[in-house]
């Protein structure tokens, strides 16, 4: 079956320590983006891309990173520098370009820093 | 303030009730989407709209974009406690099929028996 996957599906970490939010996805997409979910505050996008080895920076990029190195990878990092990292990350991805389609989301990870 | 204001916020309503969901964009709306969200869990699509006076419907939820394509609504007939979850309304900020949307805060959707 089609999909896209995350994971962990929780994870913790301490501060300053770097952690990586695992996303892939079997849909054949060329977009994939990261979206960040705080109560209150609904989906805000950190990083987007739309082809291998190219990504853009969104909303609230700082303190994390992206790479793209297979269509079907699109790992983030979320860095020490990220000063408030706890939250529920959600990745996504489409087919790009294509007017009336849809993004695909994952399941999502809950970071706790502790 | 949001780009996206949704209403309202928090809903409760009796099983088999009708309930209407708004979603008030700030900016012209290339495109609006509507997706639902159990707690903890990724979005499901539920339904796009397009063009200003659209209508789409999906089992008992029907959504609406109207002519001036700045707020869409989301109508769910007869409810049931399987539509309980969190409703999210989705813009494209540009007409370009790219899905690199701005969200609004959400409707938290109680259905009681």
């Known amino acids: 079956d089609g999909g896209i996957t995350q994971s962990p599906k929780y994870l913790f970490r301490k501060e300053g320590q770097n952690v990586t939010l695992s996303c892939e996805q079997n849909?054949?997409?060329?977009?994939m983006y990261w979206y960040r979910q705080d109560p209150g505050q609904g989906l805000r996008l950190i990083y987007y891309?739309?082809?291998?080895?190219?990504?853009q920076k969104g909303d609230i990029a700082e303190g994390y990173s992206v790479s793209r190195e297979k269509k079907e990878s699109f790992p983030l990092t979320v860095t020490s520098a990220q000063k408030n990292p706890t939250a529920f990350y959600l990745c996504?991805?489409?087919?790009?370009?294509?007017?009336?389609?849809?993004?695909?989301f994952g399941q999502g990870t809950r970071l706790t820093v502790v | 303030s949001q780009e996206l204001e949704q209403s309202p916020q928090s809903l409760i309503v009796q099983e088999g009730k009708n309930l209407t969901i708004n979603c008030t964009s700030s900016?012209?709306?290339?495109?609006l989407y509507w997706y639902k969200q159990k707690y903890g869990e990724g979005l499901i699509f539920l339904m796009m709209?397009?063009?200003?006076?659209e209508e789409k419907s999906h089992e008992k939820i029907t959504a609406k974009l109207d002519e001036k394509k700045q707020q869409s609504s989301l109508h769910i007939t007869a409810s049931q406690p399987s539509h309980a979850g969190i409703y999210l309304c989705?813009?494209?900020?540009?007409?370009?099929?790219?899905?690199?949307?701005?969200f609004g805060t959400g409707t938290r959707l109680l259905v009681s028996p």
């Open positions: 996504a991805s489409s087919r790009d370009r294509v007017m009336d389609t849809e993004a695909f």
């Open positions: 849909l054949n997409h060329d977009a």
């Open positions: 891309s739309q082809i291998v080895n190219d990504f």
């Open positions: 900016k012209t709306l290339y495109g």
């Open positions: 709209l397009q063009k200003g006076g």
């Open positions: 989705g813009a494209d900020r540009a007409n370009t099929g790219f899905q690199k949307l701005v």
